[in-house]
């Protein structure tokens, strides 16, 4: 009788479990939950961010045919780095790229911005910049909306609320939040808020501005070219044979000035194009898809990944999940959009960093 006992009301003499062995499942269970979460939690911290690999990817563009390098244009795509200063961290990220890329031979050096999450951060964009073989032809950039920015991601949902809540009243005409609102009112709005922000972004509140110009000087001074908002020629003055297209890139959407007619202006429009924008929603300009191959970043791939679900946050207001990442094709237009190295908030699962060797060939 020590594992069974009388239930008060049960006829007959049937015996119920104890109490305690019902909650000792239960603490089995609860603790086994606990375990798989800091099991997943400790990969997505300590192990997915360092799993760096080097894809590859082939584009063919009939329109550029005899006017790429025999054997196709070789691009190696960086994108958001986000480094902070966190030595240990990021150092252990630049001495993957440098294992994965040694030897590598390549025609451009592309980078779709988001290189700092802050200032502090800049000496080792420097040293990863340091670490990649140089390319034949050169080394472009655009910034990304953190180059520029600093923000309070502590305080990101409080501060997307808000955001929502102007929003709500911009173009919903809807009240403010009171105690006076129904309980199906609130719970409406609650929903709604959910849905913003599983299908918009999570925004931080900016709370300063990083030294732009110092980005920019130290780069340029390692080869770097700057595309904001303008078109480059690249032809047989390249140093590179047989190479006769445009690369044109805008400024960042949300922190910068950015102009597509301008950079496009210069582009003839038989010429084949490569854009380069750090966030992809410049895919909504008709202009974009003039181009032949659109490189873009900014999503990270969601960096989180829910089975079944899809990215997180696509940290846009215009792809879809599965556009979150990787190659897909709007008409003619090539569009690659990179995961990038590094993380808002130091957490991947999922959608591992990656660099990517994109390689164009004309048939």
């Known amino acids: 009788m020590n594992d069974l006992q009388r239930g008060e009301d049960a006829p007959n003499g049937v015996y119920t479990a104890k109490p305690q062995h019902l909650m000792l499942g239960a603490g089995i269970v609860g603790g086994l939950g606990a375990g798989l979460g800091m099991a997943l939690a400790g990969y997505a911290f300590y192990l997915e961010p360092f799993n760096i690999d080097l894809d590859h990817l082939v584009v063919r563009v009939p329109h550029a045919q005899g006017r790429l390098p025999v054997g196709g244009l070789k691009i190696l795509h960086l994108s958001d780095f986000h480094f902070q200063g966190k030595d240990e961290r990021e ?34 964009v420097l040293a990863l910049y340091d670490a990649l073989p140089r390319p034949r032809i050169g080394s472009f950039a655009v910034m990304g909306n953190h180059d520029y920015a600093t923000y309070n991601m502590r305080k990101a949902i409080p501060y997307t609320w808000r955001n929502f809540l102007a929003r709500e ?29 599983f299908f918009r972004r999570v925004e931080g509140e900016r709370t300063g501005r990083n030294d732009v110009a110092r980005l920019h000087y130290e780069l340029e001074r390692m080869g770097t070219q700057w595309l904001h908002n303008r078109a480059i020629h690249l032809n047989g003055n390249s140093g590179v044979s047989g190479v006769d297209l445009y690369i044109a890139g805008i400024d960042d959407l949300n922190e910068g000035r950015p102009n597509l007619a301008t950079a496009l202006r210069p582009v003839p429009e038989d010429a084949p194009l490569i854009l380069v924008s750090h966030n992809p929603d410049i ?63 130091p957490l991947r699962f999922g959608a591992p960093p990656h660099v990517t060797l994109i390689e164009m060939r004309g048939g």
């Open 283 to 345: 895919l909504e300009s008709p202009a974009a898809l003039r181009a032949d191959l659109l490189l873009a970043g900014h999503t990270h791939g969601g960096q989180i990944v829910l089975p079944g679900f899809g990215p997180a946050h696509t940290q846009s207001d215009h792809l879809s999940r599965r556009e979150a990442a990787g190659y897909f094709r709007r008409g003619k237009t090539h569009i690659y959009i990179n995961r990038g190295l590094g993380e808002g908030i």
């Open 169 to 197: 009243s911009r173009y919903r005409k809807a009240r403010p939040m009171s105690m006076d609102m129904t309980r199906r009112e609130r719970v409406e709005r609650y929903l709604r808020f959910a849905l913003y922000l």
């Open 91 to 124: 150092r252990d990220k630049i001495d993957r790229i440098r294992h994965i890329t040694a030897g590598l031979e390549y025609d451009l050096l592309i980078n779709t911005g988001d290189f700092l999450q802050y200032d502090n951060g800049l000496a080792n």
